[in-house]
T-cell receptor
Framework: DVKVTQSSRYLVKRTGEKVFLECVQD?????MFWYRQDPGLGLRLIYFSYDVKMKEKGDIPEGYSVSREKKERFSLILESASTNQTSMYLC?????????FGPGTRLTVL | DQQVKQNSPSLSVQEGRISILNCDYTNSMFDYFLWYKKYPAEGPTFLISISSIKDKNEDGRFTVFLNKSAKHLSLHIVPSQPGDSAVYFC???????????FGKGTLLTVNP
């Protein structure tokens, strides 16, 4: 079974803090993705990566950056957290087509 | 501009009856469509997919229908069970692009 793990299920941070969200997949997938899910807005793509050290902006990259130093690990970074970044963050990996999701991180920024 | 639309935010059905969830898309380049199911506080899980070369795909209680001329797909769940209560997301991708574009989701409630 494909396993995608995320470093935290729940996280509370203060405005202005730097936040790291980690995602690890164990299926040697080329592609990895970060989404956020908000009520009434569905899943919105923040960034994705199709290879080590490669990244592309998704639909809502502002306020975020990413890092992919190893194939299995994809990190999402909030340089200076703001309250409007309170959300459910979902990581996914994919060979092609179907994406496999992690359990999500519920981030609250106070 | 929403390329994948799920116009019903919610749907309520009785246990044992059919649930029909609908999805419309606007991008003619989309050629692969997926349905995901999501419970609260969990990541989405893949349910079923369909390629544009087909008009129907079936997996147990779940059937997806694709009408390319209308740019419409639907997910049928028969019979519906209380455990099917979740948010269902429609997603689409096109060509060599492995990105998925998601709809906003439909909350299905199956009442015992």
């Amino acid at each position: 079974d494909v396993k995608v793990t995320q470093s935290s299920r729940y996280l509370v941070k203060r405005t202005g803090e730097k936040v790291f969200l980690e995602c690890v997949q164990d299926m040697d997938h080329e592609n990895m993705f970060w989404y956020r899910q908000d009520p009434g807005l569905g899943l919105r793509l923040i960034y994705f990566s199709y290879d080590v050290k490669m990244k592309e902006k998704g639909d809502i990259p502002e306020g975020y950056s990413v890092s992919r130093e190893k194939k299995e690990r994809f990190s999402l970074i909030l340089e200076s957290a703001s309250t409007n970044q309170t959300s459910m963050y979902l990581c996914a990996s994919s060979p092609l087509g179907e994406q496999f999701f992690g359990p999500g991180t519920r981030l609250t920024v106070l | 501009d929403q390329q994948v639309k799920q116009n019903s935010p919610s749907l309520s059905v009785q246990e044992g009856r059919i649930s029909i969830l609908n999805c419309d898309y606007t991008n003619s380049m989309f050629d692969y469509f997926l349905w995901y199911k999501k419970y609260p506080a969990e990541g989405p899980t893949f349910l079923i997919s369909i390629s544009s070369i087909k008009d129907k795909n079936e997996d147990g209680r779940f059937t997806v229908f694709l009408n390319k001329s209308a740019k419409h797909l639907s997910l049928h769940i028969v019979p519906s069970q209380p455990g099917d209560s979740a948010v269902y997301f429609c997603a689409a991708s096109g060509g060599s692009n492995y990105k998925l574009t998601f709809g906003k989701g439909t909350l299905l409630t199956v009442n015992p």
